[in-house]
Structure formats: C-alpha cells, structure tokens
C-alpha cells in the first residue's frame, strides 16, 4: 500500500481544503492522473498522482477543511497487493489504528498523528481505551474536539466509513467537560488565542437574529495577517494631493494608439508604472525589514490589491519598472481575473516589494492601508474628482486624486518616505517624466 499525502503548494503553506476528488475507491490511476484539487488560502490547484495503482481508500472527504500538509489523504494499492474485494471488506479495520493504536497496525497511527500536536494524541487514546469503543476520525477532528471539550463518542461522522472530520466538529455542541480544553490550553493555545473568545450571545446579540457564514481559508489568513501586520508593524501614513488632467488625457491618448491591439491602459496601470519608477529612484523605499537587516530589492516587484470572493488577494507585476504600460496592461488584466477563479500559481501572488491598493473605482477619496508584509510600504489610491485649487492667486479647477503612503517605520522612515512621494508626484503630474 502506498499512502497518498496532502501536498504542499508552496513552502509556507501548512494546510488546505480538499476542495474534490477526481477518483473513487476502486479506481486506476497512473502517474500524472489528476486526482484531486486542493485548495489554498489563496488559489485551487489540481494534484497528479505520482505512483501508479488502484484506489484502496478514500481517507479525506471531499471538502474538507484544514487538512495539514503531509498527512494521507487516500491509500493506493499496487501490483500484487490484495484484490479489491479483501480492502473493502477490511475497510473500517483499516480506520481503527488512527483511533486506538494495536501492535498489527503500530506504524500506521504514526504516520496519521504526525500531523497533530503531540500532546492532543495522548489524551485522545485513553479516552477511546475507557469507552471501550472505536472512534473513526482524522486527526484535526481530534484535536479541535479536545480543544472544544466535545466528546467523540456523541458525534456522527460524515467522512467515509462514519469517519469524524472538522465540519463535523463544527457543527457539534461543546460538552460540559474542562479537562480537555484545560490540556489544550496548557499546549499552546494563548498563542493562537490571546484574549478569550465570546460568542455574540455573550456579547448581547439574541440566538437566531443571525446567519452565520463560516470563514473560509482565506478569510482566516487574510485576517490573521493583517492583525499580526497591524499590531506588530510600526507604520504611519504619508498622503498627498496629486493633480491628474496631464494624465488622463495622457491615457487618452494612450489608449487610442493600442486599440487595435486590443489593449487598454487603465489610471492603476499608470499609477504601478510611475510607483515602479520611483521605487528605482529611491531604492531605500524599495527594501523589507528583517532581524537580520535591511533587504534592500533590485527590482519593483509590485503587488496589486484584488478583491475576490471571500477575501483579497495581490498578485505581482515582477520587474514593474522593466515593462510599459501595454505589458502592465495585460499582465494585470490576466492576473486579476485568474486571481478572481483562484487560478493563480503561488510565485504569483507571494513575495512582492510593494503594494498599491486602489478604491477609487468605489468612490472612496482617501483612506490608508494595512501594510503587506514583508514589504516597507503599500499605497492607496483615491478617486480622481474635480476640486479648486490656487494657481498662484487665481482659483481654479483641477481633477485631484489623494493618495496615502503607509510605511514600516523600521525601514521606510518620514524622511524616505517624503522623499519617495517627492519622486513619484512628477510621474503622475506628467506622465512624459516616466520616460525621461
């Protein structure tokens, strides 16, 4: 038997959901089959199949969440191994090591509780030995029952053979015991929990005046990194009045030389053309904090806040100062709508050396943004909109768009980050400065 393991899609990615499976127990695959899609805080991607064989086990239900990289997701049966028929005789056997370890099947429960915290699988055995009774459920179901004090033994599951997973414990009512999440607590839980939790009962909102939708993984992650961002960042905004005629009808024009190609420029492009620019000229705004120093980039990487369903994702323009305003143009016109399907490939949306976010199109003037680490700085982009302005002594009327540099103040201090907004007004006055 050979044990099919949750991939990881990138080096940072811990878990996943297993969003579908492309086989079912008692099919032929191949090496390079698609067996299943696996999805990402940020992006869907299909999973091949590296070894070839027959479909023993189906261990993950389909949309499971929180599956922890590396851990079996299904168990295929090679030439020579047992026919089909022994397996699925066998099938909930198969299932009680992970639940009550027996010397046959010793090196199995091994490998399934790897990917739970150590001190969650001591606590669930004598549990199960003291029911006398076998439990069916995968490790992550285990554990955030012991964090919830639920108890197994009263949970029906839905995963294959009855098998317990995380929606299960989810949708299940937390029992009266404290031991578990006592031990849960003394593990490590303060860490991932710094204040307790209250359910908006406990904070006066009436059961039922609610809908309840569950947070997906990018929720999760874009929550839980911007409140690490917010909270451990020393930043403060910079913002200025930019006069933007010059460049609208620089756009126009723009425009009107690559319609025929199928191409249009829109004010971001410009505006992640000009940044990229600036960022060349004032390369100490282009850097990223590090305990080890200062990182200071060779090239604009810049990310460029997109909203999806359920979250908001930055896919990358790499080498922005490198490229024209066409190539912007394209590229972030695929970027966007692949980003939308979750269809991005990981180095398309990690890394990044600066950030722009743009919600002028929504009508908001000015507002500041939460810097993307690793990045020193991110900037928001306002709307365009008629406003008087002096000239000299005289009044008149201009087409103004407000934008806000946040900075991280450990790397990208008042002074650079004046001096990179001095560099980057003139590109956006003027777009001809671009080229110059």
Known sequence: MTDILMPALSPTMEEGTLAKWHVKKGDTVKSGDVIAEIETDKATMEVEAVDEGVVDEILIAEGSEGVKVNTPIARLAGEGEAPAPAPKA??????????????????????????????????????????????????????????????????????????????????????????????????????SAPRPHQTLEQMGIAPGSYDLIPLDGMRKTVARRMTDSFRDVPHFPLTIDLEIDELLAARAKINAMLEKQGVKISVNDMVIKAAAVALMRVPEANASYTPEGIAMHHHADIAMAVAVPGGLITPIIRSAETKGLAQIATEAKDLAERARTKKLKPEEFQGGTFSISNLGMFGIKSFASIINEPQGAILSVGAGEKRPVVRGNELAIATVMSVTLTCDHRVVDGATGAKWLAAFKPLIDDPLNMIV
């Open 90 to 191: 066998e099938a909930p056997k198969a299932e009680a090591p992970k639940a009550e370890p027996a010397p046959a099947k010793a090196p199995e429960p091994a490998k399934v509780e790897a990917a739970a915290p150590a001190p969650a699988a001591p606590a669930a055995a004598p549990a199960k030995a003291a029911e006398g009774s076998r439990i069916f459920a995968s490790p992550l179901a285990r554990r955030l029952a012991e964090q919830k004090g639920i108890d197994l033994s009263g949970v029906t599951g839905s995963g294959p053979h009855g098998r317990i997973v995380k929606l299960d414990i989810d949708k299940a009512q937390p029992g009266q015991s404290k031991a578990a999440p006592t031990a849960a607590s003394a593990a490590g839980a303060p860490a």
